[in-house]
């Protein structure tokens, strides 16, 4: 699962990095604390130019009777886009990549009643390219004049060491499967599925992060600061090698 994550660079940050030719006017405030149902950065391509653009996070499918469905969609599991009414449409035509600068997973630690929160970023402080889903929504009673666009991050099994916090991950895309991920011709769902799978155990690093992420209300860059390791038992809670 990927359900908070950190995106701080600007627009013209993410369009350089993945060398977009279009980024929004107007930019939305960075973010260290980006929840469910936020507006969020997406990269894709669409009349054969690459675009940053700004999407709501929660999949709403083009048939559905209310935005509200987006709620429950910000996640989509990679085993089941090509089958799940919810993903199929955008799995086939509406491919993206959501940019962002790290991501949250939280775990129990034995003890504590509060989940202790991890932040997770690439080993080489690069910005992280999750694979994606985009949707375009119009409703159906009318009251709405402009088309809702949203977006989901997709979801896998864990490497080792994301297993040490959660039973899912984001899937990352590697900079030589950008385009064809982001190709909206190119069709081919089975040779698309091959790109989800979990990230290489070298990619990532891990630290523990105050638990002041756990409120969606927080927000500034001292949120991704790190604190020392939880203590269980007298002892420092081991999650495998966190990273440099």
């Known amino acids: 699962m990927c359900g908070r994550y950190v995106s701080s660079s600007t627009p013209d940050e993410i369009a350089q990095y993945f060398d977009?030719?279009?980024?929004?006017?107007?930019?939305?405030?960075?973010?260290?604390?980006?929840?469910?149902t936020d507006d969020v950065y997406v990269v894709l391509e669409e009349d054969g130019v690459r675009k940053v653009a700004e999407h709501h996070w929660g999949l709403v499918p083009f048939w559905a009777k209310s935005p509200a469905i987006g709620s429950k969609m910000i996640n989509a599991r990679a085993d089941v886009l090509a089958e799940k009414?919810?993903?199929?449409?955008?799995?086939?035509?509406?491919?993206?990549?959501?940019?962002?600068?790290?991501?949250?997973?939280?775990?129990?630690?034995?003890?504590?009643?509060?989940?202790?929160?991890?932040?997770?970023?690439?080993?080489?402080?690069?910005?992280?390219?999750?694979?994606?889903l985009w949707a375009s929504w119009r409703s159906p009673d009318g009251d709405r004049t402009e088309r809702l666009r949203s977006a989901t991050i997709i979801t896998?099994?864990?490497?080792?060491?994301?297993?040490?916090?959660?039973?899912?991950?984001?899937?990352?895309?590697?900079?030589?499967?950008?385009?064809?991920?982001?190709?909206?011709?190119?069709?081919?769902?089975?040779?698309?599925?091959?790109?989800?799978?979990?990230?290489?155990?070298?990619?990532?690093?891990?630290?523990?992060?105050s638990t002041e992420v756990n409120n969606v209300r927080n927000q500034?860059?001292?949120?991704?600061d790190p604190v020392e390791p939880p203590a269980v038992q007298g002892t420092l809670l081991d999650l495998g090698d966190p990273g440099a």
């Open 85 to 132: 009414g919810a993903f199929k449409d955008s799995f086939a035509r509406k491919r993206c990549i959501v940019p962002a600068d790290g991501f949250y997973e939280r775990t129990h630690v034995p003890g504590q009643k509060v989940k202790q929160p991890y932040l997770i970023t690439r080993r080489t402080g690069e910005p992280l390219a999750f694979a994606g």
């Open 20 to 36: 977009a030719d279009e980024q929004p006017e107007q930019a939305l405030e960075p973010s260290w604390n980006v929840a469910p």
């Open 156 to 209: 896998t099994t864990p490497n080792e060491l994301m297993a040490s916090l959660h039973d899912r991950m984001p899937v990352l895309l590697p900079a030589n499967a950008w385009q064809e991920w982001l190709d909206p011709d190119n069709t081919d769902i089975d040779d698309l599925a091959r790109l989800l799978v979990p990230a290489p155990d070298d990619v990532l690093q891990l630290r523990p992060v």
């Open 220 to 224: 500034g860059p001292h949120l991704i």
